[in-house]
């Protein structure tokens, strides 16, 4: 089973630039998550999609980030303009996890791309 | 805001030492995830502790849930270097499957 795909892998652009980064989820998973990691920190969690959409957008700095997975498979995440503060992995994650799942709670595993390191100069 | 405080922040150790690292919160979690995130990848879960009081293990790896669901171990016996990496642990607390992740410890086991 292939694994999820990200691209670029790295990325440096000088600060009020634009950049935009593709993820590919695992075939047939439904839930897909953009996370930010800065250097010495864990993931923060941009935005979460179930198929094609928003599920959790709270914590994604909208007047400079976008989001969008149109045909709920493929995300693409932009920033524009990019500032040195946004300089840090952006990660792409997926799960199986449906909406709807009925009763109880359930953890499903998430699986990481490799991600793509942003630095803005 | 539901934070994970992870301790220690950095580890150094020779091969065949044992060592315990932690996850603290506040907050009581539906459950808990381990992760360990080599450099230029992404997190890999190595398990997923729901019960309080749980208790996992993983061959050299035994995690274990606190009896409040608010804290969490991992403890290596034995460590090797390919046990080298970034140790994050993730709190899920809503019935959507949010995860709050620590800032992780980074463990270094010299050979």
């Known amino acids: 089973e292939a694994g999820v795909a990200q691209s670029p892998r790295y990325k440096i652009i000088e600060k009020r630039q634009s950049v935009a980064f593709w993820c590919n989820p695992i075939?047939?998973?439904?839930?897909l998550y953009w996370y930010q990691q800065i250097l010495g920190q864990g993931p923060k969690l941009l935005i979460q999609?179930?198929?094609?959409?928003?599920?959790?957008d709270s914590q994604l700095p909208k007047d400079r980030f976008s989001a969008e997975r149109l045909k709920g498979v493929d995300s693409t995440l932009k920033i524009q303009p990019a500032k040195l503060e946004d300089s840090a992995v952006y990660l792409c994650?997926?799960?199986?996890?449906?909406?709807?799942?009925?009763?109880?709670?359930?953890?499903?595993?998430?699986?990481f791309g490799p991600g793509t390191r942003l630095t803005v100069l | 805001t539901q934070l994970l405080e992870q301790s220690p922040q950095f580890l150094s150790i020779q091969e065949g030492e044992n060592l315990t690292v932690y996850c603290n919160s506040s907050?009581?979690?539906?459950?808990l995830q381990w992760y360990r995130q080599e450099p230029g990848e992404g997190p890999v879960l190595l398990v997923t502790v729901v019960t309080g009081g749980e208790v996992k293990k993983l061959k050299r790896l035994t995690f274990q849930f606190g009896d409040a669901r608010k804290d969490s171990s991992l403890h290596i016996t034995a460590a090797q270097p390919g046990d080298t990496g970034l140790y994050l642990c993730?709190?899920?607390?809503?019935?959507?499957?949010?995860?709050?992740f620590g800032d992780g410890t980074t463990l270094t086991v010299k050979p």
């Open positions: 075939s047939g998973h439904a839930t």
């Open positions: 994650a997926s799960s199986s996890r449906r909406a709807g799942t009925s009763g109880g709670y359930r953890t499903d595993t998430q699986y």
């Open positions: 993730a709190g899920v607390w809503t019935n959507a499957g949010k995860s709050t």
């Open positions: 999609f179930q198929n094609n959409g928003v599920v959790d």
């Open positions: 907050s009581v979690f539906s459950s």
